[in-house]
Every structure is written in C-alpha cells, then in structure tokens.
C-alpha cells in the first residue's frame, strides 16, 4: 500500500527526533556520501545543499513525502498544462511562454505573442517607430504593480546597460511622488507609456495611467495614440482607452501575474536590451524547466530546494526565510521573491478547502550580500531563531580583486553559520588579544555563534541573461513544488482583495465627504488624516 502524507510526515518528524541534537556540520563529519547527494546541477547552476542541518536519512524521508503527493505527477500536470490552479480552473503554463513544457499549442501561441513583442522592441530600439512628432522615443514609462512590474523591473535592472537605446522608468505605486520620480525629466514627446495590466481593473495601475494621459496630452499638442502601448489579457478594455490592435499585446488568463515576466509584459525590457539578450533570459529558464521535468526528485533542484523549505517550516516551525544575493544586479531579487513566494504560498487551507496541518510559506526578506552582512546577518548567525538562508553567488565578471573579495564574503557567511563561534574560541581569542581573564569571561558569552544555521548556496559561473533566467525559473519550481508539498493552490491570490475592496469604498467616502460603516479605530484614523488635510 503506497505511504500516506501524513504517514510520510510521521516518517520525517521520526527521523528528526533521531537526529536531534546533530548538526549539519556533524553530518558533514559523518556521512561519508553527502557531498555527493546534496551538491546537485542544474541548467549550470551548482546547489549546495550540504549545509542544511537534515541528515542523508532526513532527506531520504523527505524524498518520502515528495512521492507520497505524487510530485512526479504534479510537475507532469504543470507541464502539460493542466489546470492546477484549481480555485479559478485555470492552467498555470509559465513554462509555455519560454518555449518549455509540453504544451505544444500554448507554446505556439506564446511564441507569436512574443514575436510581435520582440519586433516592436526592436523598432523602438532603431527609432523606426516614432512618436507622434515623428521623434525616436527615448524613453518608456512602464505602469504596473505586483506580477507586471516586480519581475520586468528585476530583469532591467540586472540586463539593462546605460547605454540602452531607450531608459525604462517604473511606475507602481499611486503615490503622487511616485509618479512625480518616474516622470522627472521626461518630454512626453519621446516618451511611451505601456501599460501593463493583465486583468486591466488594478486600481494603481488605472489611475497611474489616467494620470500619464493627462500628463502626455498636456505635453503633446498632436494626438497621444503612438504613445500608448498595453500588455493585457483584456484587449477590449485596452481599446475603450483608444490603444490601437496593433499596440495591444495579450497575456492570457493561464498565466500568474507574479510568472509573466517571460511575456509581452516584459516589452520594455525587450525594448532596452534587446532581442538576443532577451531570448537568452528564456534560454536560461527553459533549459531549468528541463531539469525540473526530466531530472529524478533526488537530483531535482527545485525539489529538494522546497523539501528543505518544508522541513524548516513545518517540522521545525522556522517562520523566516532569507535570501541574499551576493550581485548588485539582483539587487531587486529579493522583492521579486517576496511576492512570488509569499502571494503564492501565504495560505491557510488546502486545495480541499480544509485547514492546513503546517503552517504554509515563509516570511521571506534579504537584500544584497554585502550590505546585508551589516544589516541584518547580526540576527541571522546570534538571534534565537534560526533563519534558513539561500545564498547566490558567481564565480566570474568584473575586476578580479573585487570578484574575489565578494566570493570570500559570501563564501565566508555561509561558513560561519554553518560552524558558529564557541564559547572557548572567543575566550581563546581574547586571551590571544591579551585581555584579563575575568573580562574575557564576561565578554565571550556575547561573541558565542551557535552555528549549524542552514543555508543553500547557488553558484553560478557568471551573471548574464542565461543564468538569471535559469534562477528565476528554479524560484518558480521551488515555489509550485512546496505548495505540493503543503497541498495548497499556489496560483491564486484571494487574500489581496479585501484590501482592494475597502480601499475602493474608503475613496469614495472621501470624494464625498462621507464616513461610512468602519470599526472605531478606522474612523478615527479618518478624522484624523481630515485633521491634517485640514478638511
Ligand atoms: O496583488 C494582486 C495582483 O493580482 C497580483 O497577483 C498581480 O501581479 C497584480 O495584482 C497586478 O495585477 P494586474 O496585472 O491584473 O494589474
């Protein structure tokens, strides 16, 4: 009889009371065959998975749970586009858009999605599609928010050069601010608004984009039609603003916004770097759709990556999740991660509709390496919980003194978690720096480092187009699969709305100047605010 979820969790709890108290830095001590099991390849990405404090028996008990739900066959279904996202009854077929998965007619019609895209770009690129005072644009003034901002604004920020023919600027938030940066030395008669909105309803992005009308009819004396472009799956809502057909570019209901980036949504990235470099970043993510598809769960990156997760999570109760990038190009990654993961795995019930036994997604924060390691590493390697952390690093690019000293810092943190300070090296090293005993003794309990905090570093030869694709898709992977290890629906979002929904009626209060139904808090931070605006 095959073994049930919640024998398989039975198996793992088991196996972590036997290795209680052990440390990764034993395991690695001891089990002579774990190099070679927790260092996997994929897509030529190197994962390191040896610093985790699970030993070879924890990750063959957790290989337990992968095929007790079935992930062989989850990640098939995802593949040939089935509908997995079962709320909504839609498919969620990301892989499709690059060219990965098998299925083969949404991977056609992604395909001459995306050559249109690409062929516009490239005519913004040389200036062959002008502005409507037949000027070259110079400029796009990309608005959108969540799914259709977080990821084109990462791919930019990491691929783009200075030198671009056209600068993007991003537009989110509807903070008059925001728009007040974004627009800042622009002329409207160089520049294009594209508008991304796959539901074309987001309040933000609505009233950003009424906003950059205005703003580009007040600075145009022609008509603002060359000026508008949008990425949508609601091209009738697209043309009631007046786009034309052939500056409407679809995205379909089958795509999560947080996994559209591959897609037309990414215009204007195309549109900065161009077409090559922008068909290396979906090179990059389909040969990982190929390791996730072909490659057996142990050898699985993405797998073992969420098998990790899960252990940290659900059998040790580690709220947090860290991710820290040693490259000032994936400066952004963390934001990027934050919804992908927390949007798709911030859930409380199952696909079933009933309570989760564990706790679902982690909190997941980080920032870049270096500042990172004078910001928040203090919490990582001596506060009392312990954070799993995801380091990212390259090997090659740039000035080799500079590469060296970053590989040596990342290299370094991962070291000190991994094997801490004891009490009696801190006295050895303060007896070294020739302080007195008894002020060495009542010093060294504060520079003790418990060390066996678990971390996976993911080392790549260079950054470039190829290998961040690569680690975006193993991130879409790693997501899909925890939320199979979980039984949860990770491709809807239903907890945003209510938000959105009191955020609508509160703005319509104000426009009228009435105080509906609110609880007593909420009203008085009303009269408040109306304090301040002197209303
Ligand atoms: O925050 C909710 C959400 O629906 C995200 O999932 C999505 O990425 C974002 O809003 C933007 O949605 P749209 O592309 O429809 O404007």
Not at 43 to 57: C, E, R, V, Y
Request: proline fraction near 3%.
């Amino acid at each position: 009889m095959a073994t049930t979820r919640e024998q398989a969790v039975e198996a793992i709890r088991a196996q972590a009371e036997r290795d209680a108290g052990r440390s990764a830095l034993d395991f690695l001590t001891t089990e002579e065959r774990r190099l070679e099991q927790c260092l996997l390849e994929g897509a030529g990405l190197t994962f390191d998975f040896s610093k985790h404090d699970i030993s070879l028996d924890g990750f063959a008990a957790l290989l337990g749970l992968a095929a007790a739900v079935g992930i062989e066959n989850a990640i098939a279904a995802l593949g040939r586009g089935d509908i997995v996202n079962l709320t909504e009854g839609r498919a969620a077929q990301h892989m499709a858009l690059r060219g990965g998965g098998k299925d083969e007619v949404r991977k056609a019609q992604s395909k001459a999605e995306l050559d249109r895209a690409l062929d516009f770009a490239g005519e913004l690129r040389s200036g062959t599609f002008t502005s409507s005072t037949n000027e070259a644009f110079t400029h796009i003034l990309h608005i959108g928010i969540g799914g259709s901002d977080l990821g084109p604004r990462l791919v930019h920020d990491a691929l783009s050069s200075p030198h671009a023919p056209v600068d993007v600027r991003f537009l989110s938030s509807v903070d008059p601010d925001a728009f007040e940066r974004a627009t800042s030395g622009l002329d409207p008669a160089t520049t294009l608004v594209f508008i991304v909105s796959k539901s074309f309803s987001t309040p933000e992005t609505s009233l950003n984009t009424r906003t950059a009308i205005s703003w580009l009819e007040a600075g145009l004396e022609g008509g603002i039609g060359r000026h508008l472009v949008a990425a949508t799956s609601r091209p009738d809502a697209a043309r009631a603003l007046g786009i034309s057909d052939d500056r409407i570019f679809e995205v379909w209901d089958w795509v999560g916004g947080r996994y559209s980036l591959w897609s037309c949504v990414s215009l204007s990235v195309m549109a900065a770097i161009g077409r090559e470099e922008f068909e290396r970043l979906l090179a990059g993510a389909r040969r990982m759709d190929e390791h996730f598809l072909q490659a057996r769960t142990s050898a699985n990156a993405p797998v073992v990556a969420a098998l990790t997760a899960w252990w940290h999570r659900a059998i040790h109760g580690r709220q947090s999740w860290a991710v820290v990038p040693y490259a000032t190009h994936l400066r952004l990654f963390p934001g990027w991660l934050k919804q992908l993961s927390m949007e798709s795995l911030g859930k409380s019930v199952t696909i079933g509709g009933e309570p989760l036994a564990v706790p679902a997604g982690p909190v997941v924060f980080g920032g870049e390496g270096p500042d990172g390691q004078h910001a928040f590493f203090q919490l990582l390697h001596q506060g009392r919980e312990a954070i799993p952390v995801d380091i990212i690093a390259f090997a090659c690019g740039g000035e080799r003194r500079h590469r060296n000293a970053l590989l040596a810092n990342a290299v370094a943190q991962a070291e000190a978690l991994l094997s801490g300070r004891s009490e009696a090296a801190a006295l050895a090293e303060l007896a070294a720096k020739g302080m007195d005993d008894e002020q060495a003794r009542a010093l060294a309990s504060h520079m003790v480092m418990p060390g066996g905090r678990s971390s996976t570093f993911i080392l790549g030869q260079e950054l470039d187009a190829e290998s961040l694709g690569a680690l975006l898709a193993f991130y879409e992977h790693q997501t899909f699969v925890l939320s199979v290890l979980l039984g949860i629906n990770a491709f809807d979002q239903f907890g945003v709305e209510l938000g959105k929904q009191l955020a609508e009626k509160l703005e319509r209060e104000w426009m009228a100047g009435e105080v509906g139904q609110h609880d007593a808090s909420t009203k008085a931070l009303i009269r408040q605010i109306r304090h301040y605006q002197g209303g």
